[in-house]
Structures are given as structure tokens and as C-alpha cells.
């Protein structure tokens, strides 16, 4: 009998690549198995990133790439964010694509090639259907996606926010906690498992439960995980909002030698103007005072933020602003990303009206500082012992990663010595590079 088998490409986020998991683990309850090579899969799916332009156009250029090796009787569906918003421009921009499914519509991947596979090859648009979406929380769909000794676990999708520049509502809809009982349910099967490291994600963790009317409630839930999973010795929190982190939470993190004294807040920038026309929360006085007690009570606590250069209208003393928060703040670890205006948000109205040049040179000014900033935090590890997460071996070195560094967006940690990919080991660090430590294994 022929062999079902399926090619997964996941572009963008970890939320993304829980979505390409569950994917996947549907597909293999059917009897499917993943392949590596894209020719000899009889599906072949791209899950997109829609968020920005140029995720979009990567989207795209993956799909021509895919189309340019499909044959007769192979199967093509663009799955994900940018399926869910702009199925139509897929369908035109790639005319070999058979299927389009919405993120939304993940669960509904294997009706999809059936339905394909019954009746000949034409693009299907994703439909908004509320279906959908209580099929989204149906407990046979794990959200969650293990990568090596680490794996993301979704607690929440969408976001009721509305920050003028982000396009996360319109693709993905307004939040959606999942029941804590799921959310235990997958953390335990991550610990049976193996996972060393869980890491939360959500558009903003720390809305947890919010859209139940329930307030503060990401400790609980945190809590309710360690119990749950209480051999997974690492816990990572994503995407804080600014204005909820509670002092609860920060307690919580203090008091646990599980939780990794790491948070990303995503901030988007310093100056009360700007964060107001980005309908954001502007008040800096709550940044400082909470990151100061943070760490105070977390020592050594990595706070990771993310910022925008030229949000319509940033002027010189805007930005200014920012470099001078930036400089002041010393963060771990910063992304800095150039805006971009997209269709239906808030902000496109205001036009596009900071040249690319200068936005691209503010990134440049930032990022040129940060690294300054970061290679300064990383000496300051010479001769202590972190502990890293061996992850594997690049050129013959064993990499991993410590408390500092969350996978794929952060640095690594170079270590001289032996041990066995997902184990946690002792690292004593003797050298410091902009982004990444070197080490030798302790013992
Ligand atoms: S909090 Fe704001 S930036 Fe984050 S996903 Fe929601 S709308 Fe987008």
C-alpha cells in the first residue's frame, strides 16, 4: 500500500510552529509520516507567517519554491497566518496551490485533503466560522511543539488588544485561553516526554484567562504547571504586557528555582507620545518602577524587549527618547524592527511618514548600542558557572543554551567539554561575545 506522507515547512513564530505541530500530529493520527525531502511527500504544506510584508513575501517565495517541485498527484496547501487574511492573494500569487487553510482552521487539515483528494484540485478560501474556532479548543488538538529538550506550549491564541500597528487581531481573532485542564494535559505528556525545558507562549501571557473575566490568573496557571509536570526543571515565560506584569507573578518567579529568571516584555517604545498614537500603554513610570523590582527580588533576572523605529510621525526627540531609555535600562537582549504599515490597522491611516532610510538607520543606532550594552552584561559572566541546556554540537562544539537565552531569538552558550544533548550541566564561563558566552563543563 502506498505510504501517506506530508512535508511540513513552518515559517515564523512559536506560536506558528505549535500550529505546524499540531498539524503534524494530526496528520500521523491519520497514518501519515513526515519526510524530509518535499519530492517524495504527497503533501506538501507551507504554515505562513501574515504579520508583516516581508514574512509574507518569504511565504510566497517558499510556495513558488514548493510549486517548482511539485508533481502530478502531489498535494499543495499554504496553511497559517497569512492563509487566514490573505487566501485570495495566495490563490492568485501561486496558482499551483490546491488548498488554503486559516490558522484558525488548523483542525480541520484532514477534512481539507480529503475533500481535496475526493474532488479534483481548486483553491479553497478559509472561511471565518465559529465552528472553527470551538474546534480550535477541541481537547484532540495539542498545542504544543517540542524542539529537541525544549518545547513551546500554547496557553492562549488571538489578542483583544488593539496596538495600532499589529494585524494580530484581524488574522487571528480576539483571545481564546485554553482550559487549564488542557494545558496540564499537554504539560504532562511534554514531561513524559522528556522536555527539560517548557517554554509559555501566547500573543501575551499574561492575559491568561482574561476573556473568562478572570484577572492576574497566569501564576495560578504557572503553579498549577509545576505541579503538574514537576520533573521539568526549566519554565520559560514569553511575551509579557506591559502594565501586567503583576507583582504576584514577579513573587511567584522569585520564589521558584523552576521558572527562569528571564521575561520579554515586549515595549515598542519609550516615549509616552509615540506609545500613545501606537495605542499602547504609556506610562513609563510603571516600565521603570517594575523592572526595578524585578530585579530587585529576581537577581540577575534577563528582561528581553522589542522596539519600533519610525511609527508614523516618530520625530528626532521621539527617538531620542528611546536611544536614551535603551541606554538606560540595559536590557539582556533587544529586537528592534522597522515599522511597517499594514492594511486594516489602526495606524495605516496615519500614513507612512518616516523615510525607510531613517527608520533603518534609528534600527541601526539601537542595535549598534545594544550590542555594546550586551557585550558588556556577557563579560560581566566571566568566571562564573550558568547552567546550559545542551542543545547539540556545531563545528565540533557542544552548544546550548543558559536561563538568558530563549530558543532561536536569543544567544547561545559555546561549551568546552562532553555531554549529552538535553542536559542541563554546569558551564564555567571564560570568554564573552557580543550575543553568546564560551565555557568549559564543570568537574
Ligand atoms: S498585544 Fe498588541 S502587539 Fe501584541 S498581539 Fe496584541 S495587538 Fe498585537
Redesign the pocket.
Known amino acids: 500500500m502506498k505510504k501517506k506522507t506530508f512535508h511540513l515547512i513552518s515559517l515564523g513564530c512559536a506560536k506558528n510552529t505549535v500550529d505546524s505541530n499540531s498539524m503534524a500530529r494530526l496528520l500521523m493520527q491519520s497514518g501519515y509520516q513526515a519526510v524530509a525531502n518535499p519530492k517524495q511527500a504527497e503533501i506538501m504544506i507551507v504554515n505562513t507567517c501574515g504579520f508583516i510584508k516581508p514574512a509574507r513575501d518569504e511565504a510566497i517565495e517558499t510556495l513558488h519554491e514548493l510549486s517548482d517541485l511539485k508533481k502530478s498527484g502531489q498535494v499543495l496547501l499554504a496553511a497559517g497566518c497569512m492563509a487566514e487574511r490573505f487566501g485570495g492573494q495566495i490563490a492568485a500569487a501561486c496558482p499551483k496551490v490546491d488548498g488554503v487553510l486559516g490558522t484558525l482552521h488548523i483542525p480541520e487539515i484532514l477534512s481539507l485533503i480529503e475533500r481535496l483528494q475526493d474532488r479534483g484540485k481548486r483553491p479553497e478560501l478559509p472561511v471565518r466560522d465559529l465552528p472553527a474556532l470551538a474546534a480550535l479548543a477541541s481537547p484532540l488538538v495539542h498545542q504544543f511543539a517540542p524542539q529537541g529538550a525544549s518545547a513551546y506550549l500554547k496557553i492562549a491564541d488571538g489578542?483583544?488588544?488593539?496596538?495600532a500597528?499589529?494585524s494580530?487581531?484581524l488574522i487571528k481573532g480576539n483571545w481564546r485561553s485554553r482550559p487549564a485542564e488542557e494545558i496540564l494535559r499537554d504539560a504532562a505528556i511534554l514531561q513524559d516526554m522528556g522536555t527539560q525545558e517548557l517554554i509559555l507562549i501566547a500573543?501575551?501571557t499574561t492575559a491568561y484567562a482574561q476573556d473568562r473575566g478572570e484577572k492576574d490568573a497566569l501564576p495560578g496557571l504557572i503553579e498549577a504547571i509545576l505541579k503538574a509536570a514537576p520533573e521539568i526543571p526549566w519554565l520559560r515565560i514569553l511575551?509579557a504586557?506591559p502594565g501586567f506584569v503583576s507583582e504576584r507573578l514577579v513573587d511567584l518567579m522569585a520564589a521558584s528555582s523552576v521558572i527562569q529568571p528571564y521575561l520579554d516584555i515586549?515595549l515598542?517604545h519609550a516615549h509616552p507620545e509615540v506609545l500613545r498614537r501606537m495605542r499602547?500603554p504609556d506610562d513609563m513610570t510603571w516600565v521603570r518602577e517594575t523592572i526595578a523590582a524585578m530585579r530587585e527580588k529576581i537577581p540577575g533576572i534577563a528582561i528581553r524587549s522589542t522596539f519600533i523605529t519610525g511609527f508614523p510621525g516618530e520625530t528626532e526627540s521621539e527617538f531620542a527618547a528611546l536611544y536614551d531609555f535603551l541606554e538606560e535600562m540595559k536590557f539582556d537582549r533587544v529586537g528592534v524592527f522597522p515599522y511597517y504599515p499594514e492594511e486594516g490597522t489602526a495606524s495605516a491611516a496615519l500614513g507612512d511618514t518616516v523615510p525607510e532610510a531613517v527608520k533603518n538607520e534609528r534600527l541601526d543606532l539601537l542595535m549598534r548600542r545594544q550590542q555594546e550594552i550586551s557585550h558588556a552584561i556577557n563579560r560581566s559572566f566571566i568566571g562564573k558557572t550558568l547552567n546550559v541546556l545542551i542543545e547539540g554540537e556545531q563545528d565540533g562544539v557542544m552548544v546550548g543554551r543558559s536561563y538568558r537565552d530563549a530558543p532561536e531569538i536569543d544567544g547561545l552558550v559555546f561549551v568546552d567539554g562532553a555531554a549529552a544533548p538535553g542536559e542541563i550541566i554546569p558551564v564555567r564561563i571564560n570568554s564573552a561575545l557580543e550575543y553568546d558566552l564560551i565555557g568549559k563543563v564543570v568537574g
Open positions: 489578542c483583544s488588544r488593539r496596538c500597528f499589529c494580530i487581531p500573543q501575551d511575551y504586557f515586549p515598542q499602547r
